[in-house]
């Protein structure tokens, strides 16, 4: 693979579901991301990762959790889905190092909670 | 509060050229970005500016003006393909980006 993948590419789901959204990246970036982006808004940071072992919240973090065990994977966890979660979930990741440190984003998935 | 504007909708005809502007007010300033997203696909990278004045890649080129908190990114020779969503981004003093609500262009044949 090359770059980043986002598994799974939609999702229904109820409302009080566990869910996990899945991230990984193959460039050895050191940071990652999650946002949401929902119509007539930008797109909102959720949690992020400086380096393996760390995460930050973002704008939105609440009822969102994520965990950074290696470089390569980034998971989302909903631990408790509502309907407000209703959104496209990107995760991106930049090398970390200074610079533009530009970020790049993997396809995204599209989640429904009902 | 932080804030990024870009005009919702534009429309522009092949072969032409467009500028789509973007204001910001943020807590900081560490570069800014423009991306481009086709329905229903990720934001793809297409520039990046820190200090002013006017970057120029192809067909694309951005420019950017710190003390007016301001950029446009300039489309020449305008394609179909260029029809999608252009979404400009600062980065804060949290080196967080902060995103506006992006540009939808239509192309018109």
């Known amino acids: 693979i090359a770059g980043i993948t986002q598994a799974p590419t939609s999702q229904i789901l109820a409302a009080g579901r566990r869910m996990t959204l899945r991230c990984t990246q193959d460039?050895?970036?050191?940071?990652m991301y999650w946002y949401r982006q929902d119509l007539g808004l930008g797109l909102r940071l959720i949690h992020y990762s400086n380096t393996a072992g760390t995460t930050g919240k973002g704008e939105v973090p609440d009822g969102y959790s994520v965990s950074r065990a290696n470089t390569d994977d980034f998971p989302l966890t909903l631990a408790s889905a509502v309907p407000s979660q209703t959104s496209v979930y990107f995760c991106a990741s930049s090398d970390g190092t200074g610079g533009p440190d530009t970020q790049y984003f993997g396809p995204g998935t599209r989640l429904t909670v009902l | 509060g932080q804030n990024i504007d870009q005009p919702t909708e534009m429309t522009a005809t092949e072969g032409a050229i467009v500028q789509i502007n973007c204001t910001y007010q943020?807590?900081?300033?560490?570069?800014l970005f423009w991306y481009q997203q086709h329905a229903g696909e990720a934001p793809t990278f297409l520039s990046y500016?820190?200090l002013d004045g006017l970057e120029e890649k192809g067909r694309f080129s951005s420019f950017l003006s710190r003390s007016k908190g301001y950029s446009y990114l300039l489309l020449k020779e305008l394609q179909m393909k260029d029809s999608a969503s252009y979404l400009c981004?600062?980065?804060?003093?949290?080196?967080?980006?902060?995103w506006g609500a992006g540009t939808k262009l239509i192309i018109k044949p």
């Open positions: 943020t807590s900081g300033f560490n570069g």
């Open positions: 460039m050895r970036h050191n940071a």
């Open positions: 500016n820190v």
């Open positions: 981004a600062v980065r804060d003093s949290n080196y967080q980006l902060i």
